[in-house]
């Protein structure tokens, strides 16, 4: 990962007074740099019990109190490229396998903020902690410890006229980033990473995962290697947005390579089961919304946030064009954290660009119910042959 350098001075990444450049490093930080390099070390390729047809690596899982617990012996996750593409989006695929790198301050977790664990998109091996996740100014997410240095593997990158020390996952050998000696005290580490090589997991969902993770570890101090990854079909997730009238936006969605299915409906509001002219008298607080069913194994999140940027006019509150009043406002409505961090991201760069010159107004809640609309509004601009909606 190419990194212009901003160091790192706490305080969320703002300079102190009087600062006048990069700090040194006290003396004992090259050593714990060295000790702790070491522990990631020990997950390349080839470690634990390991042999050229079971390859085995040794990691830390989820104990019950969160925590990383005893080393097991799990085996190593290897697919080809053509597995991996089924279960990856085309981003994961190109940083992850093809050690890409994301561009700065565009990833959906450089500016995340909340509580929990970042977890291997490829295995779902936990990497990394929310706590010891700091600003360090660089535009990707930086952590100054892994979760457990067993759960890493590092080896040397000589690409672009540099050495640097490229960080991969133990399990799977997913390309994350780099690791860099000019982090935060006590370990001096800066561990700056590509947002879409991890998966994100609150504390309580964590601390469900804990506890499945629980008969894992026992099986394992017991003898038995903990069984890989079972293969899984490439899950459709939900994504729901509002942008003006409903016709227009369900269409445009339909036509998106990836999209399973896009149905019409109303969120947002205070009453249940509303109908259409309930909606338009504008006193249940509902917008007009689609709810869109996709697969990300084709089409990424990412991917039908530039579509919703680009099919209305996010500046405009409380109307689209000549359609006016709260039902046609502009709106995100996300179903997972993930979602919302991408959502975020996504706004903050649109509104950073030279087009775009007043301030967006979409709001970013969580999904409440979406109550589908009548069934004459579904596909109502196949039906009816029009590539966008009328003024009604």
Not at 58 to 70: S, Y
Not at 161 to 186: K, S, Y
Not at 257 to 285: D, E, F, I, M, Q
Not at 303 to 309: G, N, R
Request: hydrophobic share 35%.
């Amino acid at each position: 990962m190419l990194v212009f350098f901003q160091p790192w001075t706490g305080n969320h990444g703002r300079k102190r007074a009087g600062a006048r450049g990069p700090r040194r490093l006290p003396s004992l930080l090259p050593v714990l740099f060295s000790l702790i390099m070491a522990g990631c070390a020990s997950g390349t390729a080839g470690q634990g019990d390991a042999t050229m047809n079971n390859p085995t690596a040794n990691v830390r899982l989820l104990a019950a109190d969160d925590r990383p617990g005893p080393v097991v012996t799990v085996p190593k996750i290897s697919r080809t490229d053509e597995e991996w593409r089924r279960r990856l989006t085309p981003e994961q695929f190109r940083i992850t396998r093809r050690q890409a790198t994301e561009a700065a301050f565009c990833g959906k977790f450089y500016d995340h903020h909340a509580d929990g664990l970042y977890f291997c998109v490829g295995c779902n091996l936990p990497l990394f902690d929310s706590r010891h996740k700091f600003d360090s100014g660089t535009g990707w997410p930086s952590f100054s410890r892994p979760f457990a240095p067993e759960n890493l593997a590092t080896r040397t990158d000589s690409t672009l006229g540099m050495t640097r020390t490229e960080v991969l996952c133990a399990r799977c050998d997913a390309h994350l980033g780099h690791v860099f000696p000019d982090g935060p005290p006590p370990a001096g580490l800066r561990f700056c990473l590509n947002s879409d090589a991890l998966r994100f997991r609150t504390t309580d969902q964590v601390r469900v995962l804990a506890a499945d993770n629980a008969a894992a570890t026992a099986a394992a101090l017991t003898g038995t290697t903990v069984p890989a990854a079972a293969p899984t079909a490439p899950a459709v997730t939900k994504a729901t947005f509002a942008a003006g009238c409903f016709w227009g936006v369900e269409a445009t969605f339909r036509e998106v390579k990836g999209v399973r299915n896009a149905r019409v409906g109303y969120c947002g509001g205070t009453v249940a089961n509303p109908t259409y002219p309930l909606v338009c008298s504008g006193t249940t607080g509902h917008a007009e919304s689609v709810e869109v069913t996709f697969d990300p194994a084709v089409v990424t999140y990412e991917q039908l946030l530039e579509v919703f940027w680009n099919s209305h006019d996010p500046t405009q509150f409380h109307r689209q064009g000549p359609d006016v009043g709260s039902q046609y406002r502009s709106a995100i409505f996300y179903h997972t954290p993930e979602q919302k961090a991408a959502a975020e991201a996504s706004k903050a760069k649109r509104q950073r660009s030279p087009q775009v010159i007043k301030p967006i107004v979409t709001e970013i809640v969580p999904a409440p119910t979406f109550w589908p609309a009548e069934e004459y509004h579904q596909r109502y601009a196949e039906k009816h042959g029009r590539a966008a909606c009328p003024p009604h």
